[in-house]
């Protein structure tokens, strides 16, 4: 399974942005599609956003939305997750997770679709 590191977390005014990176150690990176979840203290994990292998179609939660903007660079085997306008209720330990696809253009939003998951980073958003 590819193995996922994220990276860029920390501690954040609310208003403020972060961007988090997901390196992943498979070379056909370009053949899995990518997400991002999150989980706060005391809260099941929760859906954040997905991107399929070909970067085209992208989704995101509601409360997310407008906000967060999910990427990937195939050539750096990388995805990563803008986030602005960062709220204090965004504060979570943040995860990125990978799957094989055969569908360039295939998203995914549950968490049990995913095979891979990286150990998360955290994310702090003081009031």
């Known amino acids: 399974q590819v193995q996922l590191v994220e990276s860029g977390g920390g501690l954040v005014q609310a208003g403020g942005s972060l961007r988090l990176s997901c390196a992943a150690s498979?070379?056909?990176?370009?053949?899995?599609?990518m997400g991002w979840f999150r989980q706060a203290p005391g809260k099941e994990r929760e859906f954040v956003a997905a991107?399929?292998?070909?970067?085209?179609?992208?989704a995101y939660t509601k409360s997310v939305k407008g906000r967060f903007t999910i990427s990937r660079d195939n050539v750096k085997n990388t995805v990563y997750l803008q986030m602005n306008s960062l709220k204090p209720e965004d504060t979570a330990v943040y995860y990125c997770a990978a799957r094989t696809t055969y569908n360039s253009g295939s998203i995914y939003l549950n968490g049990y679709e995913y095979a891979s998951w990286g150990r998360g980073t955290q994310v702090t958003v003081s009031s």
């Open positions: 498979e070379r056909t990176f370009s053949s899995y599609a």
């Open positions: 991107i399929s292998w070909n970067g085209g179609n992208t």
